[in-house]
């Protein structure tokens, strides 16, 4: 057991200067980070860095929930669907505006038929076949590619105003 | 079948009403052990009615919503009813969203609205007492 005098010392100095908060935003964007997606206990932490990166850009909490809800979907679907793999988390800014970018990235199968995966009820799995579709329309940007020898990548966008 | 206590989750019984409520860190086998706990409890505690709180659920994913819609036939095949209460605005957004309408799942703004759907009400205040506003 640590004292009460040992937290919130040392540990946090020094490593990140976010407040959690938002909506204060730094000019310099942030480090791209990449998270692997293995067991289910990644998912949790997958929720967990992308609400911190949410709180980073300062979304509100509308758009802090919409892109949690469409990380663990794409995540679930990668941990599911594609044997696992990773995902990436940027900071894109265009004029007037920072994001937040997710790249899901898995070494399954593939998906054979693109547009049934995006319509709401298809499934393969056991889900409700809302992961996809759901994830595209809870962000700004969607892109889907998947290869023939196997391996799909998911990128999605959300803006925030600046 | 003998389901073992979900860390983290408590289940309450209040009269034939299960309480329980969802925390925000649940991983899916924990979702999974919840459900399967719950069934039992209805039938080991013959409860006609079950009040989930989910007002601590930060985002509701297509898998949770499943479970909710599972986990609602199944205590109804059980003859028990489930009121899911408390569910966060930017959550529900999102589920409308998402496309997810919880069909068959019932709803209730609060713990308090729920118990008093599901038939218990609060007692009456006694004399004296000065209202208080913004209990959360």
Redesign the interface.
Known sequence: MKGPGEYGGTGRAGTTTLNGRGPERSGAPAESTVLTVRT??D??AI?HAV?DATLQVGFS??D???V??AA??LA?NAYVHGGGGTIRIEYPTRPGAVGLRLTVDDAGPGIADIDAALT?GYTTGA??G??L??AQ??MDEFEIRTRDGGGTTVTVTRWADR | MNARPTPGVPILRLGDVLVTGLLNELDDATVVAFTEELTTRITADRARGVLIDISRLEIIDSFVARTLMELTTMARLLGARVIVAGMRPPVAMTLAELGLRLAGVETALNAEHGMAALGWHQSPRPSGEVPHEGTR
């Open positions: 289910e206990q998912l949790l929720r609400r909490i509308v802090q929930t919409r949690v809800t663990s979907e679930r709401d889900g409700l809302h992961g579709g759901g329309r809870l």
